[in-house]
């Protein structure tokens, strides 16, 4: 019988809220979790498929746990997640060193899955446990509200791997919420696709305002944080709520891959650049720092388009900024059209936008010097033998970090830390007394 389960999670942030299911959902069965890949009778990996490199990782580490069928005690190897959701069955002859695929709608078998012989487990319809086993340090959180997309994007592969839009309903997230608060998360990170159309299936119109003002109502968090942001559906009536609650990060996650109509038109995107211009000016002006992501190279992109990117992001400076060249994905639209960009071409864009971006936090960053910031304790740098923390404008793993010197700190907890110097996107300062 196999009683050690090793678990790996690749990906997102949404996929970690899928390990942390899968974590809780083995220990209530029964097994013993080891971080310990040589020890453990069993492996799940649950894989990312977004893009090339997320696949490459995916079929590197499963290629790497297989090895262990004749090095160690493993007996059974299990992939989750995405990776069989975008092949299914073709998995099945491409990877024969593993013993069973279990898709996004399968976990609550994952037990089932370990204990049987069945190779395919790809069918289920099955809604995510309100309890989990965080792997995140104790003081964050994430909470996934919604499973898919809708937007259907021309270079995107998700809605074919996770399928339509489904929001989850507010009474199941109230009670994930208050279990999270009650385990002493202080700062709640929402995450889906796109956050801000949650509700839009099952209440009829996007309801995240709703939404948040029961979180904050019913639960006790300090913070709470909006990633993945669809910038057509940031509402004024959303950017006034987090600019005017305390306890709303004053930080936005809102991707916008592009500012040129011409190339939004072709993504499949709603955006236009007027739009786009308007919404960076109102969530400056109040305050709210964001990341985006950018994507150089799409098919036919021209020099003129790429430079109304670049003077977009020279004009209205993210706070923090993600360029990726594009990627061509097998099964999308994008994958079909003309005027492929070389890759060449795609990495002097990516960075040219580079080189902007880090001469931005540099000016930044400089002006921080001298100002007493709030910081959040995370971790320890024994290099540097100083603590990190980050503060309310930076979500973890991400953004920026602070590396600051105090008497003493406790993880979660936050100080006044005077900043003294920067060393590139990231700030370093002492705890003031």
Do not use: W
């Not at 792997?135 to 021309?154: M, Q, R, V, W």
């Not at 150089?296 to 670049?310: D, H, I």
Request: hydrophobic residues 35%.
């Amino acid at each position: 019988m196999i009683k050690k389960v090793a678990v790996i999670s690749l990906g997102c942030d949404k996929n970690r809220v899928d390990t942390e299911n899968i974590l809780y959902r083995l220990n209530a069965g029964g097994f013993e979790l080891t971080d310990d890949m040589a020890q453990a009778e069993a492996i799940i990996i649950n894989t990312c498929a977004f893009i090339e490199s997320a696949e490459k990782e995916s079929i590197d580490n499963i290629f790497d746990a297989a090895r262990l069928k004749t090095e160690g005690c493993l007996k059974k190897l299990i992939v989750a997640g995405c990776l069989p959701m975008r092949y299914k069955t073709q998995l099945d002859t491409l990877l024969p060193e593993v013993d069973a695929f279990v898709g996004i709608n399968d976990y609550s078998a994952i037990c089932d899955v370990i204990r049987g012989s069945d190779k395919l487990y790809l069918c289920g319809n099955d809604a995510p446990t309100e309890k989990r086993m965080l792997s995140t340090p104790p003081h964050y959180a994430y909470l996934k509200i919604a499973e898919g997309c809708d937007n259907f994007c021309t270079y995107c592969t998700i809605p074919s791997i996770r399928g339509r839009y489904r929001s989850r309903t507010t009474d199941s997230l109230i009670e994930e919420a208050k279990f999270l608060d009650d385990c002493g998360v202080k700062e709640l990170i929402l995450v889906a696709q796109d956050v801000t159309s949650y509700g839009k299936d099952i209440y009829g119109r996007p309801e995240l305002v709703g939404l948040l003002k029961k979180l904050l109502g019913e639960c006790d968090f300090e913070k709470i944080r909006l990633l993945y942001c669809y910038p057509e559906l940031v509402s004024d009536e959303l950017i006034d709520f987090v600019a005017g609650e305390s306890r709303m990060a004053k930080y936005m996650d809102v991707p916008l891959q592009h500012v040129s109509d011409g190339i939004l038109k072709a993504m499949h995107r709603r955006s236009t650049h007027d739009r786009i211009v308007s919404l960076f000016g109102k969530l400056k002006d109040r305050g709210i720092a964001v990341r985006t992501t950018l994507i150089v190279g799409f098919p036919g992109e021209t020099e003129e388009q790429f430079s109304e990117l670049e003077e977009f992001v020279r004009e209205y400076r993210p706070e923090h900024l993600g360029v990726f060249a594009y990627s061509k994905e097998d099964g999308t639209l994008a994958a079909k059209m003309d005027d492929q960009i070389p890759t060449r071409v795609k990495i002097e864009r990516v960075n040219k936008l580079g080189r902007l971006a880090a001469e931005q936090a540099k000016e930044r960053n400089s002006a921080f010097v001298g100002k007493v910031l709030d910081v959040v304790y995370e971790n320890i740098d024994y290099d540097r033998n100083m603590f990190v923390g980050r503060t309310e404008f930076d979500a973890p793993d991400i953004d920026s970090v602070v590396y600051f010197t105090a008497d003493f700190v406790d993880v979660g907890c936050t100080y006044k830390v005077r900043i003294t110097d920067y060393d590139g996107y990231d700030l370093i300062g002492e705890a003031v007394k």
